[in-house]
């Protein structure tokens, strides 16, 4: 063969000096491969992609109390004790709950059935709760130092959750006025002789019908959440709350305030329009309140109840729900449009209560006639809240 034929099968000397460049690279990426190998299980493990923003439970511990039927857990203001609601034989007193070890104290005495609300129903040396032991359900208020309690409620209907405003000037509470099917959030004010009631009646305006319950106020005190519907199913809804410092005059209850089945319409938020006349201080004034047009929260889930909220900004919300119809209900929380499980047991967990420092959470646990109190601390990302 002729140096002309071997020509072309010959690396020349650039092809020589390319093909070098490629096996030292190769011999390069193999030794570093080589290194990586030896040295990676040596070092320190990276640390973990930060947790979600949703906050979780840690530490739950089921409190000790007397045998009994516990539930509907609140906070008093300073955070040191609860109190909740003891059932037995169909009756139901309210104790108060210390959590520093000392034996429950039972606050009430009377017939019938007492039971407070989750959320803001002590403020001060007020606290909040309805009894039917007039007869009728109604909204009560005690004066924790002495004991005495009277009847605050309208004598309308059946008044049930009432809850303080964050500035504590307004109560909100669930009414079923006589003859009406449906429950409606109602909003209560002092008078100025601070011996009867203003009130204002919400006729809720939304595509759905049903109880309007479990009213809370938000933070800023500018809106009200509540459940809507029945226990096939309810959504959480938001109305505009009215203003503490907005004067009533006293009016008939209209068709839109006193009417059995919500308006339809469009889901939409929307202020309020109250009158601006002073009413009398001896007799309550029913005003509708305008445009009470509802928002809703969150739908489509399952039986959304017993809702609050968590943080002092209003971005988040705790509830029960049930998801569908046919499990227990388990705690979630409602974050900037993300949903996270809080709770997942056989049991149905239901009243989420946070303490007034948002750090710590109590709820009751287990089937009607064995529920218990669970404490437990709220935790973000790596650590407590």
Same mark, same amino acid.
């Given at each position: 063969?002729?140096?002309? /034929? ?44 930060? *947790? ?16 009994? /039927? ?30 520093? #070890?000392?034996?429950? @104290? ?7 059935? +007492? ?40 004598? $309308?209907?059946?008044?049930? /959750? %009432? ?14 006025? &006589?003859?009406?099917?449906?429950? $409606? ?33 938000? %933070? ?5 959440? &509540? #459940? ?14 009215? !203003? ?22 469009? %889901? $939409?938020?929307? #202020? ?14 029913? @005003? ?17 109840? /017993?809702?609050?909220?968590?943080d002092e900004v209003g971005d988040e919300?705790? &509830?029960?729900?049930?998801e569908t119809s046919t499990v227990p ?6 974050? !900037?449009?993300? @949903? #996270? $499980? ?7 967990? +239901?009243?989420?209560?946070?303490? %007034? *420092?948002?750090?710590? @959470? ?24």
């Open positions: 063969m002729s140096s002309e /034929d071997t020509a072309g099968t010959q690396p020349s000397g650039r092809g020589r000096v390319a093909l070098g460049a490629v096996l030292a690279v190769l011999l390069l990426a193999v030794a570093a491969g080589a290194v990586w190998l030896l040295v990676v299980p040596f070092r320190a493990t990276p640390k973990p992609a930060p *947790d979600s923003a949703l906050p979780r439970l840690t530490g739950e511990r089921v409190l000790s109390l007397p045998s009994g /039927d516990w539930r509907r857990p609140t906070w008093r203001p300073d955070g040191r004790a609860l109190v909740a609601s003891k059932d037995e034989g169909g009756k139901s007193q309210l104790w108060l709950i210390p959590l520093d #070890g000392s034996l429950p @104290i039972q606050l009430t005495f009377g017939p019938g059935a +007492h039971v407070a609300a989750p959320g803001n129903a002590w403020r001060a040396e007020r606290l909040l709760y309805a009894s039917d032991e007039s007869g009728e359900w109604d909204a009560w208020v005690m004066d924790t130092k002495t004991l005495k309690a009277r009847n605050i409620g309208p004598s $309308r209907g059946d008044e049930s /959750d %009432p809850v303080y405003s964050p500035d504590g000037k307004l109560i909100a509470v669930s009414s079923r006025p &006589f003859g009406a099917e449906w429950a $409606r959030i109602e909003v209560l004010r002092y008078s100025s002789d601070a011996t009867t009631m203003d009130l204002w009646a919400t006729a809720v305006r939304s595509p759905a019908q049903g109880d309007a319950t479990c009213p809370q106020w938000s %933070p800023d005190g500018a809106s009200i959440m &509540f #459940g809507l519907g029945s226990e096939a199913g309810r959504d959480l809804w938001v109305v505009s709350a009215p !203003n503490a410092d907005t004067t009533l005059a006293p009016a008939a209850p209209s068709a839109s305030a006193t009417a059995a089945t919500p308006a339809t319409g469009t %889901p $939409r938020s929307t #202020g309020t329009t109250p009158p601006t006349a002073v009413p009398p201080p001896s007799a309550p004034a029913t @005003i509708p309140v305008a445009d009470a047009t509802a928002t809703v929260l969150l739908a489509s889930r399952g039986d959304q109840c /017993d809702a609050a909220w968590l919300v705790v &509830f029960s729900d049930t209900a388990d705690l979630f929380v409602l974050s !900037n449009g993300l @949903i #996270g $499980r809080l709770t997942d047991t056989p049991q149905a967990e +239901h009243s989420p209560s946070p303490s %007034p *420092d948002g750090k710590r @959470i109590v709820f009751e646990r287990g089937d009607v006639g064995s529920r218990v109190l669970v404490l437990a601390d709220l935790a973000r990302g790596g650590g407590a809240r």
